[in-house]
């Protein structure tokens, strides 16, 4: 098959399975080139590892230190019509490489939230790896479907309190306008909280220590976002903000749940980047495509795996041990996305945006070739005419 990009508001339906390896490589080729991290995890479960922060958090896990890694995701293989989901080539790309390298690796492909799934895990890591010392809570998801109750909970992105105009781009016009969001229900609010709150990284976490495969000082780590004033109605006071509270709020039962274990439960507040999860956030694209501009001209621009690159380094792996933090107790990675010149002139910039100067101002070309590359496509090296099998499988 000649694969093409399909897209479809901001979603990408096709992915090239080429462009996706070559993806994987380049992450590859990045963390070797930063040489060994000392004191890194050995063992380590990423739930959400196919794509994003997850991807690059398995790829720094394995290339930096030398770990055998299991990921979980949800991810699609091809059939005789589709390619396979971008996350689906990237993680076969990922496991053979591991395994080139001489170290284990292992994926599941299902719903993370079922407790078949927490079983599987469990089984593999007991007869495999005998106990992971740093597991990785990396989910964007949009639904969940309860274990224990069966009730299905849809995630929205919507403010809190009152409706809320917002300015955002058509990434594929690049025609500037704003739109008007409601205030989410109640039932909105939590079930947004359902999803993308803390109850399941709390789950797999009470699933692993009850079966007793997490070492001594095992450390878990959830991924969380703030971000700055102009996307604050709709991102950190909005509903999928409140998940994100109650995420950070479980990370201090966590901790107290491991504590016979010298456990540690961390969240780490990670930048803004383009990824399958934030393009769906209605502000973030317009957001991103001027940070990004920002952030380069700084020569501050980080993508995932610099991002986790720096989180492992600088953060979980630290010579004597400690993990900076902020007040309340988080690790922050988005500090360079938060500086305050950073801040003031993407602000401005925001404000001043329209359809008419937006090349001037943002970058929609870069945000564009960012998504794109999402899906392996615009890698050199790749031929994009050529005919390619789409149908890969793990070995
Ligand atoms: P992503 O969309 O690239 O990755 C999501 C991962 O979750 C994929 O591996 C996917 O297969 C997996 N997944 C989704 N539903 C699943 C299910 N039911 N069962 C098993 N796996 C499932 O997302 P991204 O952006 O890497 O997000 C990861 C975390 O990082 C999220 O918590 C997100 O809020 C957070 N974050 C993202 C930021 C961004 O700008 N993209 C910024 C800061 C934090």
Redesign the pocket.
């Known amino acids: 098959m000649v694969v093409k990009p399909k897209i479809r508001g901001f979603i990408c339906t096709t992915s090239h399975p080429e462009g996706c390896a070559k993806a994987v490589e380049e992450q590859i080729d990045f963390v070797k080139a930063q040489g060994p991290i000392a004191n890194g995890p050995k063992k380590v479960l990423v739930?959400?590892?196919?794509?994003?922060?997850?991807?690059s958090t398995r790829i720094t896990a394995t290339f930096g230190c030398g770990a055998d890694t299991l990921g979980?995701?949800?991810?699609k293989a091809a059939d005789k019509k589709r390619t396979a989901s971008a996350?689906w080539y990237q993680s076969v790309a990922f496991e053979k490489a591991a395994k080139e390298a001489g170290c284990y690796a292992k994926s599941f492909n299902?719903?993370?939230?079922t407790n078949e799934?927490k079983e599987q895990v469990i089984e593999t890591i007991k007869s495999d790896m005998g106990k992971v010392d740093l597991v990785i809570?990396?989910?964007?998801?949009p639904r969940?479907q309860h274990p224990v109750s069966g009730e299905v909970f849809k995630s929205t992105l919507r403010p809190i309190g009152q409706t809320v105009v917002q300015k955002t781009i058509d990434t594929a016009t690049g025609v500037i306008s704003e739109t008007s969001v409601e205030a989410a229900s109640e039932k909105e609010i939590a079930d947004t909280i359902a999803v993308?709150g803390g109850e399941d990284w709390k789950m797999w976490m009470d699933a692993l220590k009850d079966a007793d495969v997490l070492t001594d000082g095992a450390t878990t780590v959830?991924?969380?976002?703030i971000g700055p004033k102009v996307t604050q109605e709709i991102y950190r006071t909005g509903t999928?903000g409140q998940a994100?509270v109650d995420l950070e709020n479980t990370a201090a039962v966590i901790e107290k749940d491991l504590a016979a274990l010298n456990g540690k439960a961390y969240i780490s507040?990670?930048?803004?980047?383009?990824?399958?999860?934030?393009s769906a956030i209605p502000v973030?694209p317009l957001y991103?495509n001027i940070l990004y501009k920002v952030m380069k001209k700084y020569d501050l621009h980080e993508e995932?795996k610099e991002q986790i690159f720096r989180l492992f380094k600088d953060r979980l792996c630290t010579e004597d041990g400690i993990v900076p933090v902020d007040d309340a107790g988080r690790i922050r990675i988005?500090d360079w996305e938060l500086r305050e010149d950073v801040q003031e002139e993407v602000g401005g910039m925001f404000n001043e945006i329209t359809t008419e100067n937006h090349d001037e101002i943002g970058d929609l070309k870069a945000y564009n070739e960012a998504f794109l590359r999402l899906f392996g496509f615009g890698y050199e090296g790749v031929d994009y005419d050529a005919d390619v099998e789409v149908d890969r499988q793990f070995a």
């Open positions: 739930i959400g590892s196919s794509t994003g922060f997850g991807l979980v995701f949800f991810e996350g299902g719903d993370a939230f799934m809570y990396s989910l964007a998801a969940r993308m959830a991924y969380s976002y999928i994100k507040v990670n930048k803004a980047l383009v990824t399958q999860a934030s973030m991103i995932c988005d």
